[in-house]
């Protein structure tokens, strides 16, 4: 169902999977203005809001488990500049979606006994639709806009119910994501650009930019480009500093959402853009990536060998 035939004429038909997979993003979002205009029954709204959300996911696994993976992708009609609504599931991206709900019930469930603000439970209701909506969005340009849509509930997560250090730590998260996902973003730019002198129409489908003919220099460049903003997220060491700060000045539940979802998002960019987009390049730079990797793994268990505190450690490992 990649949508790019007969996309209009098939909205219709598919106009329920539309509304299914638009709710599973769109219901947090809903869900955290309530929270935000609940005063103190923001927890239960939140909460309510979260047990819904998993529900909703746990239906097209559920559906994987004893059916196999149905067809759950809807593709609109292209607007301006080629950017279509674009959403699917699939064995890559359920697994997440179904992770990221349910670590929302947990922490949410985990928060419920202390005394916190309406806005608290609205930020993570935000976080939550923003990382579903990035492992269900199959357009660049919708991709990006859930991506740099899990930085601002993250950033108030840290910066005003964290820790001692928190604003600190927040400015630090903020600065190195941000600055990895503009650079990432020139790089979306650039292949979406080539695509079109290419083939002489605009498009931000990832499937359809498989096929983007381009130099070496260009290709090595959006690579890179694209290595660097998921790295950023991953963390690749020498990326990574923001990651210590972050965990150990976020609140309990801030560093379960970090260290259970969003730090995933770095290593399904590459698996879902970087790899399909540029198969031999990705191939070619194996030994790096697995080198570069490689000394993640031995620094990073250094440095937790070394640490007195339990959330340093974890972020560390």
């Given at each position: 169902?990649?949508?790019?035939g007969g996309?209009?004429?098939?909205?219709?038909?598919?106009?329920?999977?539309?509304?299914?997979r638009?709710?599973v993003?769109?219901?947090?979002?809903?869900?955290?203005?309530l929270?935000?205009a609940?005063?103190r029954?923001?927890r239960?709204?939140?909460?309510?809001?979260?047990?819904?959300?998993?529900?909703?996911?746990?239906?097209?696994?559920?559906?994987?488990?004893?059916?196999?993976?149905?067809?759950?992708?809807y593709?609109?009609?292209?607007w301006?500049?080629?950017?279509?609504?674009?959403?699917?599931l699939?064995?890559?991206?359920?697994?997440?979606?179904?992770l990221?709900?349910?670590?929302?019930?947990?922490?949410?469930?985990?928060?419920r006994?202390?005394?916190l603000?309406s806005?608290?439970w609205?930020?993570?209701?935000?976080?939550?639709?923003?990382?579903?909506?990035v492992?269900?969005?199959?357009?660049?340009?919708?991709?990006?806009?859930f991506?740099?849509?899990?930085l601002?509930?993250?950033?108030?997560?840290?910066?005003?119910?964290g820790s001692e250090?928190?604003?600190?730590?927040?400015?630090k998260?903020?600065?190195?994501t941000?600055?990895?996902s503009?650079v990432?973003?020139?790089?979306?730019?650039?292949?979406v650009?080539?695509?079109?002198?290419?083939m002489?129409?605009?498009?931000?489908?990832?499937?359809?930019?498989?096929?983007?003919p381009?130099?070496?220099?260009?290709?090595?460049?959006?690579?890179s480009a694209?290595?660097?903003?998921?790295?950023?997220?991953?963390?690749?060491?020498?990326?990574?500093?923001?990651?210590?700060?972050?965990?150990?000045?976020?609140?309990?539940?801030?560093?379960?959402m970090?260290?259970?979802?969003?730090?995933?998002?770095?290593?399904?960019?590459?698996?879902?853009?970087?790899?399909?987009?540029?198969?031999?390049?990705s191939?070619?730079?194996?030994?790096w990536?697995?080198?570069?990797a490689?000394?993640?793994?031995?620094?990073g268990a250094?440095?937790?060998?070394?640490?007195?505190?339990?959330?340093?450690l974890?972020?560390?490992?």
């Amino acid at each position: 169902d990649s949508g790019d035939g007969g996309a209009a004429g098939g909205c219709a038909a598919r106009g329920g999977r539309a509304v299914t997979r638009t709710a599973v993003w769109a219901w947090p979002f809903a869900a955290a203005a309530l929270a935000l205009a609940a005063g103190r029954a923001a927890r239960w709204v939140a909460i309510l809001a979260a047990v819904a959300t998993l529900g909703l996911t746990l239906t097209p696994l559920l559906a994987a488990r004893f059916g196999g993976l149905p067809a759950l992708s809807y593709v609109s009609a292209p607007w301006s500049f080629g950017v279509r609504y674009s959403v699917a599931l699939d064995g890559l991206s359920l697994p997440l979606v179904c992770l990221t709900a349910f670590l929302s019930v947990i922490v949410l469930l985990a928060s419920r006994g202390r005394s916190l603000p309406s806005g608290y439970w609205a930020a993570f209701l935000a976080l939550e639709g923003a990382l579903i909506g990035v492992f269900l969005a199959r357009d660049l340009f919708f991709f990006y806009i859930f991506w740099e849509a899990t930085l601002i509930p993250m950033f108030f997560i840290i910066g005003l119910w964290g820790s001692e250090n928190r604003r600190h730590a927040a400015l630090k998260f903020f600065l190195f994501t941000f600055a990895g996902s503009i650079v990432m973003l020139l790089g979306f730019l650039v292949l979406v650009s080539r695509h079109h002198e290419a083939m002489g129409f605009w498009t931000w489908d990832i499937e359809s930019l498989r096929a983007t003919p381009m130099s070496a220099k260009t290709a090595w460049a959006v690579f890179s480009a694209m290595v660097v903003g998921f790295g950023v997220k991953v963390p690749l060491v020498p990326l990574h500093t923001w990651l210590p700060d972050a965990h150990t000045e976020a609140p309990a539940a801030g560093s379960v959402m970090l260290a259970g979802v969003m730090l995933k998002m770095g290593v399904y960019g590459l698996l879902r853009i970087a790899l399909p987009v540029f198969p031999q390049l990705s191939w070619d730079l194996l030994p790096w990536l697995g080198g570069l990797a490689a000394v993640n793994v031995i620094y990073g268990a250094l440095c937790a060998m070394a640490q007195r505190d339990l959330k340093r450690l974890i972020a560390n490992s």
